[in-house]
């Protein structure tokens, strides 16, 4: 579902994926976070995704009542907190997304698929 915003000037309609893709970019600019993963339910393989696919590591759920539901897979780096990585990531999220979009975030989600060692 898009999310509407209605002023003056018209109505403005923004896409879940243009949501998923913006969460994505803040996300891994967040500290201790590698990359968004991609879990297999085939096999359950885990799969670091990098660059465009960025968005098949989010969820983004609008509801009628323009608010933003997103669920991260992520993997984040080894020897750091976790705890205060998805804090860190939830509070960034949620003041870029709802800056960039206008729309109230409900609820953020993380769900940490892996931990990776980085050089």
Wanted: with cysteine.
């Amino acid at each position: 579902m898009n999310g509407t915003l209605n002023n003056k000037l018209g109505k403005v309609s923004i896409s879940s994926d243009v949501v998923a893709q913006y969460a994505g970019s803040t996300a891994v600019e967040c500290f201790g976070i590698v990359g968004m993963a991609a879990v297999s339910m085939k096999d359950g393989l885990v799969k670091l995704l990098k660059g465009d696919s960025l968005t098949r590591g989010i969820k983004v759920e609008i509801d009628s009542d323009n608010r933003i539901e997103v669920d991260f897979h992520v993997i984040v780096s080894y020897g750091v907190s976790i705890s205060t990585v998805a804090d860190n990531l939830i509070e960034n999220v949620k003041y870029k997304v709802s800056e960039f979009t206008g729309l109230e975030i409900k609820k953020i989600n993380i769900y940490v698929e892996g931990v990776r060692v980085i050089d």
